[in-house]
Every structure is written in structure tokens, then in C-alpha cells.
């Protein structure tokens, strides 16, 4: 399904398929990332004093900011394979 101009992702569609477009990725690699963008205010990181450690992420207003932007990144994603099957070369 195609979004309109107006419409947005919410995080369950933005997340739906997201395991095929991002490679398999190690713990260590993962929380570097996260550190990263948390140290760039992209997002904040909240730690829960508990057996086991429990670590929550949420976008900063920053990063809340970049919103728009990865909604017409995943519009483009969407429209993306249909452009791709019409410029495929016809075999007949």
C-alpha cells in the first residue's frame, strides 16, 4: 500500500519488514550504533535498575525531527521495486 503525501508511518508499519533491509547484526555492532546515535542526540537511552539489566531507546526531539524525512525514505523504498519491474527489459 502506497502512503499519500499526508500520510506517515507509524513505528508497526516503519518497522514491518525491516529484518530484509538490514543484515543480521551482532549485539556489539548494534549497541555501538546506538551509542552513537545517542551520543549524536538522535536518541536517548534510559537504564532500569533490575535483574536482568533492562536498556530502553527512544528518539530525542531530534530525532523526532528526522521523522518526515524517513517517512518519504520509506515511501520511496515502497515505490521502489515497482519502478524497478517496469524498467526490467521484456524477454518476449
Given at each position: 500500500?502506497?502512503?499519500?503525501?499526508?500520510?506517515?508511518?507509524?513505528?508497526?508499519?516503519?518497522?514491518?519488514?525491516?529484518?530484509?533491509?538490514?543484515?543480521a547484526i551482532s549485539q556489539k555492532?548494534?549497541?555501538?550504533?546506538?551509542?552513537?546515535?545517542?551520543?549524536?542526540?538522535?536518541?536517548?537511552?534510559?537504564?532500569?535498575?533490575?535483574?536482568?539489566?533492562?536498556?530502553?531507546?527512544?528518539?530525542?526531539?531530534?530525532?523526532?525531527s528526522l521523522c518526515p524525512a524517513f517517512d518519504e525514505?520509506?515511501?520511496?523504498?515502497?515505490?521502489?521495486?515497482?519502478?524497478?519491474?517496469?524498467?526490467?527489459?521484456?524477454?518476449?
Amino acid at each position: 500500500m502506497l502512503l499519500g503525501k499526508h500520510d506517515h508511518h507509524t513505528p508497526v508499519t516503519a518497522a514491518t519488514g525491516i529484518e530484509g533491509a538490514i543484515p543480521a547484526i551482532s549485539q556489539k555492532m548494534l549497541i555501538q550504533q546506538l551509542r552513537q546515535l545517542e551520543q549524536d542526540g538522535i536518541v536517548a537511552r534510559i537504564v532500569h535498575a533490575q535483574v536482568p539489566p533492562k536498556v530502553e531507546y527512544h528518539l530525542t526531539d531530534l530525532g523526532q525531527s528526522l521523522c518526515p524525512a524517513f517517512d518519504e525514505l520509506l515511501a520511496w523504498a515502497e515505490r521502489r521495486p515497482l519502478l524497478k519491474r517496469e524498467e526490467a527489459p521484456s524477454t518476449a
